[in-house]
């Protein structure tokens, strides 16, 4: 099993359109999570860390469940802007561990 | 601040060439990663420095790919013999001791002749 999975997609969605992305872990020690974006031809940023009893930034809201090693994002009213692979990521169970990335979901919002 | 750089940017060789790739990290971090990507593919791992331990290299594909990181700055990541398969973007990231979340360079991109 990789330690990081991801539906590859891609997901085609039209703007003003609800998506969620999904990814699950096998390291049960792990203790950060994170979502990252790639553009096209970009390098990865972060987009927002993953707490515990989840969290919410504007249209995003990002979900854990620590018992079933799951990990979520929900885009809400999608705009063309959010076309773009998103990566989940994950660490070990300290900070100073090798962080990993998930395979990435690609996103294609349509007009 | 300066973020992380790379150079160069784009790099062109020949099948058989030897390739260094240079890569200045965020000033304080203790923390470098090696990462590669292919078109259209996700993130592979190559090497992670982590202060004075030794490095993880767990990813590395070959022993033709080798990285150093000197005085716990600069990292150079070095492929000997280069081979097509070898084109792909490189990408280095650092982050602050005991932070997880990192921070990326442009990368370089290398084509393999």
């Known amino acids: 099993r990789k330690e990081v999975e991801q539906d590859p997609g891609p997901f085609n969605v039209p703007e003003g359109a609800t998506v969620a992305f999904n990814c699950t872990y096998s390291?049960?020690?792990?203790?950060?999570f994170f979502w990252y974006r790639q553009d096209c031809r970009k390098e990865p940023k972060l987009l927002m860390s993953?707490?515990?009893s989840g969290n919410e930034d504007g249209r995003f809201t990002a979900q854990l469940n620590r018992a079933s090693q799951y990990i979520s994002l929900l885009i809400r009213d999608s705009k063309l802007s959010d076309s773009a692979t998103y990566l989940c990521?994950?660490?070990?169970?300290?900070?100073?561990?090798?962080?990993?990335f998930g395979p990435g979901t690609s996103l294609s919002v349509i007009p | 601040g300066a973020g992380v750089s790379q150079s160069p940017s784009n790099k062109v060789t020949e099948k058989g060439k030897d390739v260094e790739l240079r890569c200045d990290p965020i000033s304080g971090h203790t923390a470098l990663y090696w990462y590669r990507q292919s078109l259209g593919q996700g993130l592979e791992f190559l090497i992670y420095f982590q202060g004075n331990s030794a490095p993880d290299k767990s990813g590395l594909p070959s022993d033709r790919f080798s990285a150093e990181r000197t005085g716990g700055s600069v990292s150079t990541l070095t492929i000997q013999r280069t081979q097509q398969e070898d084109s792909a973007v490189y990408l280095c990231a650092s982050s602050l001791i005991g932070s997880p979340e990192q921070f990326f360079g442009p990368g370089t991109r290398l084509t393999v002749l």
């Open positions: 993953v707490y515990s």
């Open positions: 390291n049960s020690a792990s203790q950060s």
């Open positions: 990521v994950v660490n070990g169970k300290t900070s100073y561990d090798k962080v990993i």
